[in-house]
Nanobody, 127 residues
Framework: QVQLVESGGGLVQAGGSLRLSCAAS????????MGWFRQAPGKEREFVAF????????YYSDSVKGRFTISRDNAKNTVYLQMNSLKVEDTGVYYC????????????????????WGQGTQVTVSA
């Protein structure tokens, strides 16, 4: 089992940057693939980014590709989401999630496949 705690959210102007962090408990962090998701008010939670156990494979939604970067530091049990060129439509609660069952090479974008979730951190982008 793993517990996830996000941080780094806040209020930023359009065009600005934020870096989100997700700290995981436990000694098996490297056995989980990790994902970032977000949920805007009145909308469903959506996939943002994925990273494999080693960090060698990354995948992004089309809406953030080229602007966001996911990374992880397994020694620190932490996954990051660097968000640049933020847009108003990036506003929402951002969640990190962990999945231990993904097979080698599998990219997990379906939120229902993730086993563990953080409490979320609010990102608000103003015009």
């Amino acid at each position: 089992q793993v517990q996830l705690v996000e941080s780094g959210g806040g209020l930023v102007q359009a065009g600005g940057s934020l870096r989100l962090s997700c700290a995981a408990s436990g000694r098996t962090f490297s056995s989980y693939v990790m994902g970032w998701f977000r949920q805007a008010p009145g909308k469903e939670r959506e996939f943002v980014a994925f990273i494999s156990r080693s960090g060698g494979s990354r995948y992004y939604s089309d809406s953030v590709k080229g602007r966001f970067t996911i990374s992880r530091d397994n020694a620190k049990n932490t996954v990051y989401l660097q968000m640049n060129s933020l847009k108003v439509e990036d506003t929402g609660v951002y969640y990190c999630a962990a999945d231990r069952r993904a097979t080698y090479g599998e990219v997990v974008t379906n939120l229902n496949e993730y086993d563990y979730w953080g409490q979320g951190t609010q990102v608000t982008v103003s015009a």
